[in-house]
């Protein structure tokens, strides 16, 4: 099996925010324990990135001096630094969105679970 350079530096980063998520965890046994999304948030930002990063892929142009140095590349370099940037802004694109949407979720079952013990839907 074959995986990218841009693949394995993701499965990296997951496995390291897991790790790290799991260490908070284990240091608080008070924290309520919320239901995890984490292969629905997976996916739905694979495919958000992935779509993502197709348009920016699509963005290079030719003309463009800001792509090409000022006219320092070539067409054929430009293009493939271009691509190398978006690559690159793509994993970390992918592994900000999944934590930032972790934390949201995490926010908001705590902000109901508040409302609950604080009488709101009684």
């Not at 992935?50 to 054929?76: F, I």
């Amino acid at each position: 099996m074959k995986i990218s350079k841009r693949q394995l530096r993701r499965i990296i980063k997951e496995e390291k925010a897991k790790f790290l998520r799991e260490q908070d965890e284990a240091v608080d046994s008070r924290q309520h324990h919320y239901p995890s999304a984490d292969k629905s948030i997976d996916q739905t930002v694979e495919e958000l990135a992935e779509g993502w990063h197709e348009m920016e892929l699509s963005s290079w142009s030719a003309g463009d001096p800001s792509m090409n140095m000022q006219g320092e590349l070539s067409d054929a370099e430009s293009k493939e630094a271009w691509s190398a940037q978006v690559d690159a802004a793509t994993e970390e694109f992918t592994s900000t969105l999944k934590e930032r949407l972790r934390a949201e979720s995490i926010k908001v079952m705590q902000e109901f679970t508040d409302s609950l013990i604080n009488g709101d839907y009684a």
